[in-house]
């Protein structure tokens, strides 16, 4: 049993034999601050899940909009076809992609890259996160308020806060941020109208003056985790994530407080 542990954590990078929680949804947004799409699994790009926010709205001066100035385009259904995420599928008419990037703040993460997520190519929520928010709320919220690409199962409320080293299907992910969150979560995703919630409970116990009493206060709030993936700085075929998958931890701090915000 204890050669088999010590192989086990020889190809988990020293993780736990047991998992910490398991993927239980996985969400891309092809236009940004338009609708998800759920899927079973996505490949891993060099800047992101495939297709994940890979264009974004305009005006007729080249001016981007999104949720925060647009509410409305939470109304608005994307679909891909169902071969998008096969290996090597191209639009017909792949003229509308966008073809730069943007860097990741190398302050957290040098060298990486995304398209038109707000900063980071990967956004992970809990499950026990969302849950323990809402029991605080006099009206449930869906987790399309929060727009993450990764959603996990089966561990406490803000574990993952705490993760700087992920294991998922052989691929390493890096907590390198909370996010703090915008006006997005504020808006009704089945109606496009804004309120004060969750940010006004978020307040109360996921602000910068409470999980981080040490630092600079901006008022912010933080729910999630953001992050970078190795193998997304290499070329290969057949790297992608799934639902299902367990999530092992191999590095963590001890608190929301040693985190990076």
């Not at 206060?217 to 367990?246: M, Y």
Request: charged residues 20%; positive net charge; contains cysteine.
């Amino acid at each position: 049993m204890e050669k088999a542990s010590a192989i086990f954590g020889s190809i988990f990078g020293g993780a736990a034999a047991e998992p910490a929680a398991t993927v239980s949804s996985i969400f891309v947004y092809p236009i940004k601050s338009c609708r998800g799409i759920s899927v079973s699994e996505a490949p891993i790009t060099s800047t992101g899940l495939r297709w994940d926010r890979q264009w974004v709205v305009i005006n007729s001066k080249g001016r981007a909009y999104t949720q925060r100035v647009e509410p409305k385009l939470a109304l608005v259904e994307v679909e891909l076809p169902q071969n998008a995420f096969v290996e090597g599928w191209e639009p017909t008419n792949s003229s509308y992609l966008a073809s730069e990037t943007r860097a990741v703040d190398p302050a957290y993460a040098h060298g990486y890259n995304t398209m038109f997520s707000d900063g980071y190519p990967f956004l992970l929520l809990s499950q026990g996160s969302l849950n323990a928010l809402n029991e605080l709320l006099r009206e449930p919220l869906s987790v399309n308020r929060f727009r993450p690409n990764i959603l996990v199962d089966g561990c406490d409320p803000f574990l993952e806060d705490l993760w700087t080293e992920i294991k998922i299907n052989k691929l390493t992910f890096n907590g390198v941020k909370l996010c703090s969150r915008c006006k997005v979560p504020t808006i009704n995703q089945e109606n496009g109208i804004a309120g004060p919630e969750p940010t006004e409970t978020l307040m109360k116990f996921r602000s910068d003056k409470v999980l981080l009493p040490g630092r600079k206060h901006q008022g912010k709030v933080f729910f999630g985790q953001n992050l970078v993936c190795r193998e997304s700085l290499t070329q290969g075929k057949g790297k992608a994530i799934k639902v299902g998958d367990p999530v092992y931890i191999t590095k963590k701090v001890s608190s929301s407080a040693d985190a990076a915000a």
